[in-house]
């Protein structure tokens, strides 16, 4: 698997970005699998904010919900991030991967892409 995220960089507070991730995995994996947005900010674990099941459906963590949407395209194997209302505490560096219920992230993670919230 590779997972090769992009569309960060330096933001105003309030402002946006979208991120994307594009997949490359044999076979329908990737259509099939739940995937999510995942973010790690300096001196702190890795969390899942954002999940997208195969069908559709969606999850957020508190802290983004209402702020961020993810969405698929399957034909294309790409997961993006739309984010809005962005807030300083929101950089961290961002990577995709499978995620959400029954869905634990696959050993690669790829380099992520770093998002950074400032004025």
């Known amino acids: 698997v590779q997972l090769q995220a992009s569309g960060g960089g330096l933001v105003q507070p309030g402002g946006s970005l979208r991120l994307s991730c594009s997949c490359t995995?044999?076979?329908?994996?990737?259509?099939?699998?739940?995937m999510g947005w995942y973010r790690q900010a300096p001196g702190k674990q890795r969390e899942l904010v954002a999940a997208?099941?195969?069908?559709?459906?969606?999850n957020y963590a508190d802290s983004v919900r209402g702020r961020f949407t993810i969405s698929r395209d399957n034909a294309q194997n790409t997961v993006d991030l739309q984010m809005n209302s962005l807030t300083p505490e929101d950089t961290a560096v961002y990577y995709c991967?499978?995620?959400?219920?029954?869905?634990?992230?696959?050993?690669?993670w790829g380099q992520g892409t770093l998002v950074t919230v400032s004025s």
């Open positions: 991967n499978r995620g959400g219920p029954g869905y634990s992230p696959w050993a690669s």
């Open positions: 995995v044999s076979g329908n994996i990737f259509s099939i699998a739940g």
């Open positions: 997208i099941t195969s069908g559709g459906s969606t």
